[in-house]
Each structure stands twice: as structure tokens, then as C-alpha cells.
């Protein structure tokens, strides 16, 4: 079975690098302007979740994190015959206003990433852990390509999408992450048909990263 994952907003291919213990031959698909992969004109949710699909022939299960679960849920309302398994972590049916959005475009397109990666680093971690290798990551990032995907994060809606996806599907929320609680986990997983929620006590934004051994537990029990 090929595993697909997508991670979250301002990461790369490295923010994966805690599950390749028990994802050995997973293909990452990185963001565009995230990491190797080049700019394009729009990183919609939509065009995100057709370069995961295309991303390998035949049937695939996807983990996404973040806006990698919007693409991961949007990938498997698109195609649900492709898709045998789905792992949504830290996402929700949609990430508040679109205003937000535009102005951290905007932002990030005159101020660069700089402006905004401590603010971004206490969402992503509870306090205490050490943010250095994962702060030089999400500088790595082409401005750009964050900015594109932020405004393709402004129209998310997981709207219609929840019913049409047939894949068995687990939900992961950190119990303290400020960006998608586990209210909205919750949501997601009361709109997929058999759905099953659990909870990282303890974890922010990124638990794949803060608490490894749990979420590759449930990695490895779902698929």
C-alpha cells in the first residue's frame, strides 16, 4: 500500500521525519514553494489535493496534517475509489475567517517569513520545546509559496466534502492546539460515516513532531 503525506502549512519534506520509522517508503508531497517543490499560480485546495492524487498511480492512503488534512479530505472527496485509508491531524472544516488569510499574505510577501515565525512556532509547540530545527525549517520556505497557500486556505470549506469520503478515516487533534482544537476534529469525525477521534494529551499544532510515539502508534493502527 503507498502512503501519501502532506503536511502542514511553512513545513517541508522534514517535518516527516519523526514517522520514518513506521512510514519507510512513504511519498511526501511538499507544498508548493515548500522545500524542492516549485512555485505554481494557484495552491488552492482543490489544485493541492490533484498534485497529492497525482502524485502516484492506483490506490494510495494519505495523512495529512494541517492544510495537509484539507488537502487529504478534499483528495478523498475527489477521487474515493483511489483512496483505501485517510488520517487527518489538525484540521478543521475551515480555519476562521478569510480576512486572516490575506493579511498574513500580505504580510508575508513584504515582511518575509520572519515577521510572523514566532507567532507561528507557539501555535505549532507547547512551551518548552525546543523550536530550532523546526523555526529554520519553516524560514526555508519560499515567501511566495506560503503566501499562495494562505490564500488558498482562505476559501477552504470542508462543506460537502465530509459525506462523499468513503475511506475508513481517523482524526487526530493535540488537546492543546490552538489552530484546530478538538472541537473541530470532533466536527470532521462526526461528518465522516464510522470516523473515529482521538486526542494527543498534551500536544500543540504539530503532535507528529511533539509526541511521535502516539501518533505513530495510531499510524500504525489505522493503516
Known sequence: MTVVLCGSLGSTAAMWAPQSPVLVDATIVEHPGHGAAPLIDTADVDALARRALDAVHGRLSLVGLSLGGAVALRAAALAPERVERLVVACTAPRF????????????????????????????????????????????SVDPEGYARCCEGLADWDAGGDLARIAAPTLVIAGSV??????TEARAIAEGIEGARLEVIDGAAHLPNVERPDQFNRLLEDHL
Do not use: C, K, S
Open 177 to 182: 492546539d490552538p489552530t484546530a482544537p478538538p
Open 96 to 139: 476562521g475567517p478569510p480576512e486572516q488569510w490575506h493579511e498574513r499574505a500580505e504580510t508575508v510577501r513584504d515582511q518575509g517569513l520572519g515577521a510572523i515565525v514566532d507567532a507561528v512556532m507557539q501555535r505549532w509547540f507547547t512551551p518548552g520545546f525546543d523550536v530550532t530545527p523546526w523555526r529554520e525549517m519553516f524560514l
